[in-house]
Nanobody, 126 residues
Framework: QGQLVEPGGGSVQAGGSLRLSCAASGYFFRRLCMGWFRQTPGKEREGVATIYTGGDYTYYADSVKGRFTISQDNAKSTVYLQMNSLKPEDTAMYYC???????????????????WGQGTQVTVSS
């Protein structure tokens, strides 16, 4: 059974930076869509960024383009989300998700991803 472990998260003031990491084990890492999603109370989980670990495909939600960067470290089977210029509206529970894929591109809806990490809280204060 695969596992996604997400240390990181935390609290920061507006304009600051945080880096989230998601270590994958038990999967064929080079054939995964991996994504970061976030959720606030009462709202649907939204896709923030996705990456195809077997190629160079990435996706960013409009709300984070130019501020967030998703990347991977194949040696560590880990995906990162570097978050810069954070805003209070970025405050949410952030989840890492994985979906096996051989297509080279990734879907962005949360309900298309079968495997999830435990989530980590990100709080941005004004």
């Amino acid at each position: 059974q695969g596992q996604l472990v997400e240390p990181g998260g935390g609290s920061v003031q507006a304009g600051g930076s945080l880096r989230l990491s998601c270590a994958a084990s038990g999967y064929f890492f080079r054939r995964l869509c991996m994504g970061w999603f976030r959720q606030t109370p009462g709202k649907e989980r939204e896709g923030v960024a996705t990456i195809y670990t077997g190629g160079d495909y990435t996706y960013y939600a409009d709300s984070v383009k130019g501020r967030f960067t998703i990347s991977q470290d194949n040696a560590k089977s880990t995906v990162y989300l570097q978050m810069n210029s954070l805003k209070p509206e970025d405050t949410a529970m952030y989840y890492c998700a994985a979906r096996p894929s051989w297509s080279g591109s990734c879907v962005t809806r949360f309900d298309e991803y079968p495997f999830w990490g435990q989530g980590t809280q990100v709080t941005v204060s004004s």
